[in-house]
């Protein structure tokens, strides 16, 4: 395998924007479920970075997508979720856009001469529902979200992730580090045993896991059956079969994790499902988004094991923000330069492999002259 990419590319600025273009506005990118947005004028937003979106359900029952930003001031028009009656109106000024993005007013309109509304609508994204899941894409074209799942979108049917609501309050959470770090770090189980030592009494990696061309992979978890000591984590082993009975026989006491590159981590367990999002802030700034999904009739020993999930996972998301942050330290020590991948951190090598792919410039030792990155990333992109 080639080497991890070089310390330079987890703290540079320019290369930072290069990402964001490519990772970020040009790959598809998840907002929520299908059953946030039911009913015509339901609205849900996301951020994706600097970019904010509204998924918005029309009067005449479709789901589209907008920039969530007025056409004439730049003012954000909608925040969190929420219904709008009739209209989307901006609290700046007061123009408003229909449900399907169109302009519909704009007050004392006689004094902008010349005035053309149909080409001041809202801008509108592409947007592509998955098994009730919702992505859009800002820019550019390519595969759908569901060709970049292939074959492996039966888990989401097993599931019944379709018919899933929301079932636990989202968190955030900011970690002081360069997007790739975090998402090296959800990439591989080689840290487990030392890092996660809760999962490491709970869990053992299985051979059941697969790297997809889209840029998706998963795995899956089984549960062991050694009582753990601490009795959280003892609590939930106990309760786990009550959940058994919604998953098929080959699914049972496992969890599923999927992979999709590289801000988007979907981890599916018979009680629930939830969502590890990367979003990017800066070059050394992320959020971390959380969010839960599960049937809506749980029944009292269900909730009772969403919320021992709730207790067993949180700490691991702690520990990883402290690794982390350790190795966005780390990184930025003189000389340093990466060592070997190991075969349980293939993930990780294809991750950079696609990085190198789409940002060209990253594949270089050593940084360019100040200001010619994006110059460097453009000549090795016509000349490979």
Not at 70 to 75: I, L, Q, T, V
Not at 349 to 372: I, S
């Amino acid at each position: 395998m080639a080497a991890p990419l070089a310390p330079w590319t987890y703290s540079n600025a320019d290369v930072f924007e290069l990402e964001y273009d490519a990772f970020f506005l040009r790959r598809w990118q998840f907002v929520g479920h299908v059953n946030e947005v039911g009913e015509p004028g339901s609205y849900m937003t996301a951020d994706l970075g600097r970019d904010n979106v509204i998924v918005m359900r029309g009067k005449d029952d479709v789901l589209r997508s907008f920039l969530n930003v007025c056409r004439h001031r730049a003012s954000r028009l909608l925040e969190g979720r929420g219904s709008c009656r009739g209209v989307i109106r901006c609290p700046y000024h007061g123009w408003t856009y229909t449900l399907d993005g169109k302009l519909h007013g704009v007050p004392r309109e006689g004094n902008f001469p010349d005035f053309d509304r149909s080409t001041h609508g809202l801008h509108e994204i592409q947007l592509e529902v998955f098994h009730g899941l919702v992505f859009v894409r800002v820019r550019g074209n390519g595969p759908g979200i569901a060709d970049e799942f292939a074959h492996s979108g039966r888990y989401f049917d097993l599931y019944d992730v379709a018919n899933y609501v929301p079932c636990l309050e989202e968190s955030t959470q900011i970690w002081n580090v360069n997007w790739k770090v975090a998402w090296d770090n959800y990439l591989e189980n080689y840290h487990i045993p030392v890092g996660h030592p809760g999962l490491n009494r709970l869990l053992r990696v299985t051979d059941e896991e697969e790297e997809l061309p889209g840029g998706v992979s998963y795995g899956t978890f089984a549960l062991k059956d050694k009582p753990s000591k601490v009795e959280v984590e003892r609590q939930y082993q106990e309760q786990f079969h009550h959940a058994n009975a919604r998953v098929p026989d080959e699914l049972k006491d496992k969890w599923v994790q999927f992979g999709v590159t590289g801000n988007l981590g979907i981890d599916m367990y018979p009680e629930m499902l939830d969502i590890f999002q990367l979003i990017p802030l800066g070059p050394a700034k992320t959020l971390v988004r959380a969010a839960y999904y599960g049937h809506r009739d749980p029944t009292p020993e269900e909730s009772k094991l969403r919320q021992l999930n709730i207790q067993v996972n949180d700490p691991v998301n702690e520990e990883d923000r402290i690794l982390c942050e350790r190795v966005q330290k780390g990184l930025q020590t003189t000389g340093y330069r990466p060592g070997p991948l190991s075969s349980e951190e293939s993930s990780i090598y294809l991750f950079h492999d696609m990085v190198r792919e789409l940002v060209p410039v990253t594949a270089l030792e050593n940084c360019p002259a100040t200001g010619q990155v994006a110059a460097e990333n453009k000549r090795l992109s016509v000349n490979p």
